[in-house]
């Protein structure tokens, strides 16, 4: 993908992908060289995996697959979704919890991409990266990081994963 050096069309293009201030990502992608672009991509594909707010569809299809194989992976989530209908947790509050443990592992891995921290000594100075990559699949500096920085501001709902309460 070509991406635009002119604020206007780098602004209408955050705007088109569903940036919340799009002219602040694309001003500071053009003034401080960081692949805003990019990184605000990444986090809205990884958010489309974290469970909606308002959709608890997701829950019965859980308890479904559960019954289907009991003993299958991940059956064991459908089987203790079932255990929390039984004692009348509701559907809102189960995809509270869900959704913000999910909110928060995509923080703790995007983080993990900028320093996996090992405890080992030997390991200290092996790392990893997010690229984005050519069509041949070579890395394209520079390297997309700081990921975690934007994963609260990123969150569809626009509340930073804050409680639905919270105005």
């Not at 974290?50 to 959709?55: A, G, K, L, P």
């Not at 997701?58 to 194989?69: G, V």
């Not at 041949?136 to 409680?163: A, F, K, Q, W």
Request: include cysteine.
């Amino acid at each position: 993908m070509n991406i635009p050096s002119d604020l206007s069309e780098l602004t209408s293009l955050f705007e088109k992908y569903g940036a919340s201030e799009p002219e602040a990502w694309a001003r500071s992608q053009l003034d401080e060289g960081i692949p805003q672009l990019q990184r605000f991509l990444f986090l809205r594909q990884a958010w489309r995996d974290i469970v909606r707010e308002d959709n608890v569809d997701w829950i019965q299809r859980e308890m479904q697959r559960a019954r289907q194989d009991p003993d299958g992976p991940y059956a064991g989530v459908g089987q203790a979704l079932a255990r929390c209908v039984e004692k009348g947790v509701s559907a809102d509050d189960i995809t509270d919890i869900v959704r913000g443990m999910q909110a928060q592992f995509l923080f703790k891995l995007c983080y993990l991409l900028d320093d996996p921290l090992f405890p080992e000594k030997t390991l200290r100075d092996f790392a990893w990266g997010l690229f984005e990559v050519d069509d041949d699949g070579n890395p394209i500096p520079p390297r997309i990081g700081g990921l975690y920085e934007s994963v609260l501001e990123t969150d569809p709902t626009g509340r930073e994963v804050r409680p639905r309460n919270v105005v």
